[in-house]
């Protein structure tokens, strides 16, 4: 956003409107960042969402509690520990990059089965 100030000072709506859409453009980093975290891997500090998010360690309870009143994500914050475990998040549209993180998802998934099925095969012995 700052990048292109120059070009958005021209629209006095957009202006009026910047706090408005600079948490937007954060929540969808939030979104962007859950993402790319594998489903075993979303228990996520505040640090991390300051870091990715660009925002204090201090707003970050905001912006997750914004984002969980959309219903775009679901989970719990422990201010405590000063974590959010992401339990769902809202389906979207998925581009190449996108595709492609699913992709190899599944290939490691495929990877891990194959790895169960053959230490049953192995053990089938023992069961029966």
């Known amino acids: ?3 292109h100030s120059q ?20 929540i969808i980093a939030f979104l962007n960042m859950i993402f790319h ?14 870091e990715t998010c660009l925002v204090e360690v201090s707003d970050v309870e ?5 984002a969980m009143s ?6 719990n914050i422990d ?10 998040i ?4 998925l581009n190449k990059e996108h595709l492609q993180v699913v992709s190899s998802r599944i290939s ?3 990877r891990k089965m194959e790895g169960v099925i053959t230490m049953l095969e192995n053990k089938s012995n023992e069961l029966l």
Do not use: H, N
């Not at 905001?62 to 914004?66: G, R, T, W």
């Not at 000063?82 to 339990?87: A, D, G, H, Q």
């Not at 809202?90 to 549209?93: E, T, V």
């Open 1 to 3: 956003m700052a990048k």
């Open 7 to 26: 070009y958005v000072s021209r629209f006095p709506a957009i202006v009026k409107e910047m706090t408005y859409l600079e948490q937007k453009v954060r």
């Open 37 to 50: 975290c594998g489903k075993d891997d979303r228990c996520i500090s505040f640090a991390k969402v300051s």
């Open 62 to 66: 905001f912006l997750l509690m914004k």
């Open 70 to 75: 959309l219903e775009l994500v679901k989970g």
């Open 79 to 88: 201010e405590v520990s000063e974590t959010v475990e992401v339990t769902w």
């Open 90 to 93: 809202m389906p979207r549209y």
């Open 108 to 110: 490691e998934w495929e």
